[in-house]
């Protein structure tokens, strides 16, 4: 994770932002995810940071059931463009 401020444009707030969260498939359905995501939490409000943001592939369909469960809200707010210099 990484403390940011993203999309200034839209919330001033401080947030941590969660570059990848991956528990490998064997593991699964044994609460680490959550037991991870609960972690984040806990360091983010000690250090008075009140959201945590993360992006997640449209089609990983098994992710956005998880952040549902543990409380997310999607926010339909940005695409997300990438521009490719290695040609």
């Not at 991870?36 to 592939?57: Q, V, Y």
Request: with cysteine; proline share 0%.
């Amino acid at each position: 994770y990484s403390f940011a401020n993203t999309n200034r444009a839209f919330n001033r707030t401080k947030c941590m932002f969660l570059d990848i969260l991956f528990v490998d498939q064997q593991h699964r359905r044994k609460k680490l995810g959550k037991k991870l995501m609960d972690e984040l939490k806990n360091i983010a409000l000690s250090k008075d940071i009140t959201r945590i943001e993360f992006w997640c592939t449209k089609d990983n369909i098994e992710s956005h059931e998880f952040y549902k469960t543990i409380g997310a809200e999607k926010i339909n707010l940005l695409d997300v463009y990438n521009l490719n210099l290695s040609n």
